[in-house]
């Protein structure tokens, strides 16, 4: 199992991912900083980091690391028990966490129903079946199972884009290359596994 200081070090690293104050109308999540939305600074008791009353913009201005940490720490890594995954898988689902919520444990589930049967219930919620299930999986697959999940996650990020034009921006540059979404998803994947630039270019074709 992970340790306080790789938890913390997972975390920081989620944080430099995520980067500062970003407030774009085409992100669903709203005003987000180091990852964190102003939706989930809603959520918490001590939301109102600028002491005003409300929780709004500027409490998200107002959001240090620290705190980006803390949350990350408590609500996306030991609240939903990703502490209990093969460790190997932990860096993964808590990076995809942040991003997706509890579409990240879904994915998960659904790769596990193939590689590890019997099925077990898609919810989003990590509970003793998920653990069973990804213990035999990774007991089986090793280090496959890390990249598949990579894979799946990268994939889940396509399906978005495919849907969601205004999202396309986030899989793939300016300049037509692999964006911040697919580049993200890839750091937990075998190289071997990446898409190549001429792999990328056909998948986005049909985005125009």
Same mark, same amino acid.
């Given at each position: ?17 995520? +980067? ?25 008791? !001590?939301?109102?980091?600028? +002491?005003?009353?409300? =929780? ?6 107002? #959001? ?24 190997? #898988?932990? /860096? ?15 994915? #998960? ?28 999986? !990774?007991?089986? /697959?090793?280090?496959? #199972?890390?990249?598949? $999940? ?6 889940? $990020? ?11 921006? $986030? ?7 692999? +964006?911040? &979404? ?6 937990? =994947? ?7 630039? /001429? ?7 049909? &985005?125009?």
């Amino acid at each position: 199992m992970s340790t306080k200081h790789d938890v913390r070090r997972m975390a920081e690293e989620i944080v430099a991912r995520e +980067g500062a104050f970003v407030n774009d109308p085409d992100d669903p999540g709203g005003a987000t900083k180091y990852g964190v939305t102003i939706h989930t600074l809603r959520n918490i008791p !001590w939301g109102d980091l600028d +002491g005003d009353g409300d =929780i709004d913009v500027m409490d998200v201005r107002a #959001l240090s690391q620290d705190h980006a940490i803390l949350i990350f720490e408590e609500r996306y890594f030991f609240g939903p028990r990703i502490d209990e995954l093969p460790e190997a #898988l932990q /860096a993964t689902v808590f990076d995809m966490y942040v991003n997706a919520g509890a579409n990240a444990v879904k994915l #998960l589930q659904r790769l596990l129903c193939e590689m590890a049967p019997p099925e077990i219930a898609v919810d989003g919620v990590i509970g003793p079946q998920t653990i069973a299930a990804a213990n035999r999986a !990774w007991e089986r /697959a090793g280090d496959r #199972l890390v990249d598949a $999940y990579g894979i799946e996650r990268r994939n889940f $990020y396509f399906r978005i884009a495919d849907r969601r034009p205004a999202s396309r921006k $986030y899989a793939r540059t300016r300049a037509g290359g692999k +964006g911040g &979404w697919i580049k993200r998803a890839e750091e937990f =994947i075998s190289p071997e596994y990446h898409m190549t630039d /001429a792999q990328f270019q056909a998948r986005v074709a049909a &985005w125009g």
